[in-house]
């Protein structure tokens, strides 16, 4: 099992930044793999980006390609979520969750998550 907890959401300006964080712990290995994702009112729960803790394999959707970093410390520890260059449309919920594995396509998908946080706002506006 796994307890996920983010943190650090708020408000920012267009082009701005915000770093989220999310505190894992929990049982090996459901913490395995951490992700991010987001959902703004109205839209589905979408991809943002994921880290492999065991072999620091990274995943990120295209629209966040050289705007957002993901990283970690160790184990049981708190991954990052580095949001720079915030556009309006990043507005949304964002939520981490954690998965014991996942590899390829899998790795973008909502189902393959077992454990999810309760979220945090990030509003971009001017």
């Known amino acids: 099992q796994a307890q996920l907890v983010e943190s650090g959401g708020g408000s920012a300006q267009p082009g701005g930044s915000l770093r989220l964080s999310c505190t894992v712990s929990?049982?090996?290995?459901?913490?395995?793999?951490v992700s991010w994702f987001r959902q703004a009112p109205g839209k589905e729960r979408e991809f943002v980006a994921a880290?492999?803790?065991?072999?620091?394999?990274?995943y990120r959707a295209d629209s966040v390609k050289g705007r957002f970093t993901i990283s970690g410390d160790n184990p049981n520890s708190t991954v990052y979520l580095q949001m720079n260059s915030l556009k309006p449309e990043d507005t949304a919920v964002y939520y981490c969750?954690?998965?014991?594995?996942?590899?390829?396509?899998?790795?973008?998908?909502?189902?393959?998550?077992?454990?999810w946080g309760q979220g945090t706002q990030v509003t971009v506006s001017s």
């Open positions: 929990g049982r090996a290995p459901s913490t395995y793999v």
């Open positions: 880290l492999s803790r065991t072999d620091g394999r990274i």
């Open positions: 969750a954690s998965a014991s594995a996942c590899s390829g396509y899998a790795c973008y998908r909502k189902t393959t998550y077992n454990y």
